[in-house]
């Protein structure tokens, strides 16, 4: 394999160079159909089977454009504060492939629908990077192809490769920045947080899955270094389908020291796309990068071109839903979140899951205690995704409930969501089956005071003589007897009431 290459130490890089990044995302339309066909745009599937003969580039098929599509890539426009297009076409991007049977992608060339925008994005310490956005446009994906025999999954060294047209044709929208400058030591976590808000951004749109792990989410990033005072970018490398928010951080942090290091030594950087390998956080050598004229692009002669009316476009802008920002805004407001604790609720990635757990009728601080305390701690013991935990908002808020009217006591309430998590059924189900209930029969808990207080004759006298304090021991043997399953409050209560 390639040797790694040398890198510069991060702080030196930052001292001799600037950074430039550019940023490309990839998104899937979570449409019920392709792009130009009537094939279910559906993940996964066995091999082959969401296909037809207009995604397959069968001779002399017609494509038609998948109105919704265009209506979704007019609605993110929107919501990246874009200009849409009065007309635009599509275009075809030429090139072989053997996961492309048509042999040309069709795509957007100089004619996008959505162009000129912005997305502001708050960074970790609370301040705002302004990322502009020189685009967003229609396209299609390609298929997948599967490297058979190979060591690494990839074509080298594979005895046959196998492909998968499930996905050619399925929907894709590409959104482009402008080159992103004045971000010095911060390009790794503006790159991270760009993509992280656009995430926020396109989810509450509904209108991907916004799965960086399944590929409906893709970045690819571009890196260029000029040495300090110069004016001209340096050459850019592309690194392609990163497909995680960390890993988009540690690619460009790891092309900014590779980059400082050939720069340094005289060398010179070659335009190139690179991939990006998680398990050493590096970047190896791909193709090197076309050109836009290798690609021969010219209008898509079977496609009508788009001409959105400006009334629809009025009426997508004023049905977009509130930004994530904002509604972040509100809720701080409704619930009464100090900045702090807002930003605890968001990296946590537990805001709309605490927003859903409140919907469903808890008080605000319980369901946030819930999430970012217990759930994030089960979370990371099972290595799961917060959302992923097999708990639902609903069973959170039941779970509150049950404490709020003291049926349950904090610890005995953990002890329900464990089973519930365990797959144990519905909160009351977990009450039920495994005896969680608090005692609060009085004479059950009268009869296990006076046992306690007949084991331990010298803390009785003392509570007796007025030394309330002592009867924390006798509370603790009660809890003891009754498994943890008594209210302490009641039970101090009933211990002095019993001590006269
Ligand atoms: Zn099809």
């Given at each position: 394999?390639?040797?790694v290459?040398?890198?510069?130490?991060?702080d030196?890089?930052?001292?001799?160079?600037?950074?430039?990044?550019?940023?490309?995302?990839?998104v899937?339309?979570?449409?019920?159909?392709?792009?130009?066909?009537?094939?279910?745009?559906?993940?996964?599937?066995?091999p082959?089977?969401?296909?037809?003969?207009?995604?397959?580039?069968?001779?002399?098929?017609?494509?038609?454009?998948?109105?919704?599509?265009?209506?979704?890539?007019?609605?993110?426009?929107?919501?990246?504060?874009?200009?849409?297009a009065e007309?635009c076409?599509?275009?075809?991007?030429?090139?072989?492939?053997?996961?492309?049977?048509?042999?040309?992608?069709?795509?957007?060339?100089?004619?996008?629908?959505?162009?000129?925008?912005?997305?502001?994005?708050e960074?970790?310490d609370g301040?705002?990077?302004?990322?502009?956005?020189?685009?967003a446009?229609?396209?299609?994906?390609?298929?997948?192809?599967?490297?058979?025999?190979?060591?690494?999954?990839?074509?080298?060294?594979?005895?046959?490769?196998?492909l998968?047209?499930?996905?050619?044709?399925?929907?894709?929208?590409?959104?482009v920045?402008?080159p992103l400058?004045?971000?010095?030591?911060?390009?790794?976590?503006?790159?991270?947080?760009?993509?992280?808000?656009?995430?926020?951004?396109?989810?509450?749109?509904?209108?991907s899955?916004?799965?960086?792990?399944?590929?409906?989410?893709?970045?690819?990033?571009?890196v260029s270094?000029?040495?300090?005072?110069?004016?001209?970018?340096?050459?850019?490398?592309?690194?392609?389908?990163?497909?995680?928010?960390?890993?988009?951080?540690?690619?460009?942090?790891?092309?900014?020291?590779?980059?400082?290091?050939?720069?340094?030594?005289?060398?010179?950087?070659?335009?190139?796309?690179?991939?990006?390998?998680?398990?050493?956080?590096?970047?190896?050598?791909?193709?090197?990068?076309?050109?836009?004229?290798?690609?021969?692009y010219?209008?898509?002669?079977?496609?009508v071109?788009?001409?959105?009316?400006?009334?629809?476009?009025?009426?997508?802008?004023?049905?977009?839903?509130e930004?994530?920002?904002?509604?972040?805004?509100?809720?701080?407001?409704?619930?009464?979140?100090?900045?702090?604790e807002?930003?605890?609720?968001?990296?946590?990635?537990?805001?709309?899951?605490?927003?859903?757990?409140?919907?469903?009728?808890?008080?605000?601080?319980?369901?946030?205690?819930?999430?970012?305390?217990?759930?994030?701690?089960?979370?990371?013991?099972?290595?799961?995704?917060?959302a992923?935990l097999?708990?639902?908002?609903?069973?959170v808020?039941?779970?509150?409930?049950l404490?709020?009217?003291?049926?349950?006591t904090?610890?005995?309430?953990?002890?329900?969501?464990?089973g519930?998590?365990?797959?144990e059924?519905?909160?009351?189900?977990?009450?039920e089956?495994?005896?969680?209930?608090?005692?609060?029969?009085?004479?059950?808990?009268?009869?296990?005071?006076?046992?306690?207080l007949?084991a331990?004759?010298?803390?009785?006298?003392?509570?007796?003589?007025?030394?309330?304090?002592?009867?924390?021991?006798?509370?603790?043997?009660?809890?003891?007897?009754?498994?943890?399953?008594?209210?302490?409050?009641?039970?101090?209560?009933?211990?002095?009431?019993?001590?006269?």
């Amino acid at each position: 394999m390639t040797a790694v290459a040398e890198v510069m130490d991060y702080d030196e890089v930052l001292e001799r160079f600037d950074p430039v990044l550019g940023l490309e995302v990839h998104v899937e339309l979570n449409t019920n159909t392709k792009m130009f066909c009537g094939c279910a745009n559906v993940f996964g599937g066995e091999p082959n089977t969401h296909v037809c003969p207009v995604c397959l580039g069968m001779p002399g098929a017609l494509p038609a454009v998948n109105g919704k599509a265009v209506e979704s890539a007019m609605r993110i426009g929107l919501a990246l504060n874009c200009e849409i297009a009065e007309w635009c076409r599509f275009a075809r991007k030429n090139y072989f492939y053997p996961d492309m049977p048509k042999n040309f992608q069709t795509s957007q060339y100089d004619e996008p629908i959505a162009f000129n925008g912005y997305l502001d994005v708050e960074l970790d310490d609370g301040s705002t990077y302004r990322v502009d956005i020189e685009r967003a446009h229609m396209e299609e994906d390609t298929g997948k192809s599967l490297h058979v025999g190979g060591a690494t999954g990839r074509i080298h060294g594979a005895d046959y490769s196998l492909l998968d047209y499930n996905r050619a044709g399925v929907p894709l929208i590409e959104i482009v920045t402008k080159p992103l400058v004045g971000t010095g030591a911060r390009a790794p976590e503006v790159a991270r947080a760009y993509v992280a808000a656009l995430r926020d951004l396109l989810r509450g749109l509904d209108v991907s899955d916004v799965r960086m792990d399944q590929g409906s989410l893709r970045c690819d990033a571009n890196v260029s270094l000029m040495p300090k005072g110069a004016t001209e970018f340096g050459t850019r490398t592309e690194t392609k389908n990163v497909n995680s928010l960390r890993s988009v951080e540690r690619a460009v942090r790891y092309e900014m020291t590779r980059h400082a290091a050939v720069l340094a030594s005289g060398g010179t950087i070659r335009q190139e796309t690179r991939h990006f390998d998680e398990s050493t956080a590096t970047t190896r050598a791909g193709r090197a990068k076309e050109t836009a004229e290798d690609y021969r692009y010219f209008p898509e002669p079977d496609l009508v071109p788009i001409a959105p009316s400006r009334e629809w476009v009025e009426e997508l802008r004023a049905s977009l839903p509130e930004p994530p920002w904002v509604r972040r805004k509100h809720l701080q407001e409704d619930w009464g979140l100090t900045d702090l604790e807002l930003r605890d609720l968001v990296n946590a990635d537990a805001l709309e899951l605490v927003a859903a757990t409140v919907d469903a009728g808890a008080k605000p601080d319980d369901a946030r205690s819930w999430w970012v305390s217990y759930l994030s701690q089960q979370a990371k013991t099972l290595n799961q995704e917060l959302a992923e935990l097999p708990i639902t908002p609903a069973q959170v808020a039941r779970v509150a409930a049950l404490v709020a009217d003291g049926s349950l006591t904090n610890k005995l309430a953990r002890a329900v969501v464990d089973g519930v998590l365990a797959g144990e059924g519905e909160p009351d189900e977990v009450v039920e089956k495994r005896g969680l209930k608090v005692v609060s029969d009085d004479s059950a808990l009268t009869a296990a005071i006076d046992e306690a207080l007949a084991a331990q004759p010298d803390v009785a006298e003392k509570i007796r003589s007025g030394k309330v304090a002592a009867a924390g021991a006798i509370v603790g043997a009660v809890m003891k007897a009754t498994k943890g399953q008594a209210d302490a409050k009641r039970v101090r209560e009933l211990i002095i009431e019993r001590c006269g």
